[in-house]
Nanobody
């Protein structure tokens, strides 16, 4: 059974940093894209970042460009999200996703999801 497990969330002050990790098990995702989404209370789940299978290509929502960095380690079947210069509007539950088939910016095209990790940024 495929499992994605996120870790690294928490409470941080504005301007601070956090590093999210997502470890996959049950199958290897080295040939699949992986990504991060987030969902704030009362809002829809939104795309944050994605990375190609070989890690060469990365994609970001405009709101996090220059502040967040997505990376992966295929040997560890893991994907990471380094979040710098955090803002209160980054507060959300962050979800790891794997294996997109279609428009990677839309959550319905991703096959596997983690349970989410809470990120709270205080002002």
């Amino acid at each position: 059974q495929v499992q994605l497990v996120e870790s690294g969330g928490g409470l941080v002050q504005a301007g601070g940093s956090l590093r999210l990790s997502c470890a996959a098990s049950g199958r290897t995702f080295s040939s699949d894209g992986m990504g991060w989404f987030r969902q704030a209370p009362g809002k829809e789940r939104e795309f944050v970042a994605a990375i190609s299978p070989n890690g060469i290509s990365t994609f970001y929502v405009d709101a996090v460009k220059g502040r967040f960095v997505i990376s992966r380690d295929n040997a560890k079947n893991s994907v990471y999200l380094q979040m710098n210069s955090l803002k209160p509007e980054d507060t959300a539950v962050y979800y790891c996703a794997a294996d997109a088939d279609g428009n990677y910016r839309l959550p319905e095209f991703w096959a596997h999801w983690g349970q989410g990790t809470q990120v709270t940024v205080s002002s």
